[in-house]
Each structure stands twice: as structure tokens, then as C-alpha cells.
């Protein structure tokens, strides 16, 4: 394997696991709306009826969304760091351990109500970032 798809191999994990969450969001919304009998088209507009929603289905809404916000970050420096020779072990080990507190999120913010274990998690997942984006600022200026 090259070295470059050994360096996106997270990157394509994360994806994979994002449409995890699309099927599990899915999954968990569609029944909740039935039994709230909720019309899909009168809830067109987010958060329309949220509050007929229950907090667990809401949830997994949430962390789909998550995954589109921060996460972007972490694929541009992947592929920047890809495309400019920023290969190396390091590297992969600070991709792999955001992933993997990515995917930890997503557990602790759909199974548990503590904000601060998430937010916990959150901070440590944007250390990662902090860390991976310094280290290429480095490895291209210096």
C-alpha cells in the first residue's frame, strides 16, 4: 500500500463512519415521526417539531450534523498533507486518533446526557486538529 492511501486511510474511515450515522440517524428519525405522527413534508425547515422528537432521536440527528462541521478541517489537512509530502508515522497516528475520538463522540453525545464528557472529548478531538495543522505549518515553513 502507498503511503499516501496508508495517510487517507482515516480520512476514508471517517467517512464510512459518517454514513454510519446517516443510517443510524435514519433508522432512529423516520420511526420517532411515525409515532409522533409527523407529517415529512410539514417538516421540511431543521428543527421543525423538535420538540415532538425524542432527545435520543434528536441526538443522532446532532452528531450527523457534527460530522460535517469540524470534520472538514481534518479532511483538508489530510489531503494537503497528502498531496505535499507530509506522509510519515506521526502523521497517521494523529489521524487515527482523531477518528477515533471522533467515533467516541459520537457514542458519548447519542448514549449519554453529559455535556462535559462530550464536550471533554470534543476539546481533545480539536487538540488533534491543533496538532496536526501545527505540525504541517512546521514541516512546510521551517
Given at each position: 500500500?502507498?503511503?499516501?492511501?496508508?495517510?487517507?486511510?482515516?480520512?476514508?474511515?471517517?467517512?464510512?463512519?459518517?454514513?454510519?450515522?446517516?443510517?443510524?440517524?435514519?433508522?432512529?428519525?423516520?420511526?420517532?415521526?411515525?409515532?409522533?405522527?409527523?407529517?415529512?413534508?410539514?417538516?421540511?425547515?431543521?428543527?421543525?417539531?423538535?420538540?415532538?422528537?425524542?432527545?435520543?432521536?434528536?441526538?443522532?440527528?446532532?452528531?450527523?450534523?457534527?460530522?460535517?462541521?469540524?470534520?472538514?478541517?481534518?479532511?483538508?489537512?489530510?489531503?494537503?498533507?497528502?498531496?505535499?509530502?507530509?506522509?510519515?508515522n506521526f502523521m497517521e497516528l494523529m489521524a487515527w486518533i482523531y477518528v477515533g475520538l471522533r467515533i467516541v463522540?459520537?457514542?458519548?453525545?447519542?448514549?449519554?446526557?453529559?455535556?462535559?464528557?462530550?464536550?471533554?472529548?470534543?476539546?481533545?478531538?480539536?487538540?488533534?486538529?491543533?496538532?496536526?495543522?501545527?505540525?504541517?505549518?512546521?514541516?512546510?515553513?521551517?
Amino acid at each position: 500500500m502507498s503511503v499516501i492511501v496508508e495517510l487517507l486511510l482515516p480520512v476514508l474511515a471517517l467517512i464510512c463512519w459518517t454514513l454510519v450515522m446517516w443510517l443510524w440517524m435514519y433508522a432512529t428519525r423516520i420511526p420517532a415521526m411515525q409515532k409522533a405522527q409527523i407529517d415529512p413534508d410539514a417538516a421540511r425547515h431543521p428543527g421543525t417539531y423538535g420538540d415532538r422528537m425524542p432527545a435520543n432521536v434528536r441526538s443522532v440527528a446532532d452528531n450527523y450534523n457534527h460530522l460535517h462541521e469540524q470534520p472538514t478541517i481534518f479532511y483538508a489537512l489530510m489531503f494537503f498533507a497528502a498531496l505535499t509530502g507530509g506522509q510519515g508515522n506521526f502523521m497517521e497516528l494523529m489521524a487515527w486518533i482523531y477518528v477515533g475520538l471522533r467515533i467516541v463522540h459520537s457514542f458519548v453525545q447519542i448514549l449519554s446526557p453529559k455535556v462535559a464528557l462530550r464536550f471533554m472529548v470534543f476539546a481533545l478531538a480539536s487538540i488533534t486538529l491543533f496538532i496536526i495543522a501545527g505540525h504541517e505549518v512546521v514541516r512546510i515553513l521551517l
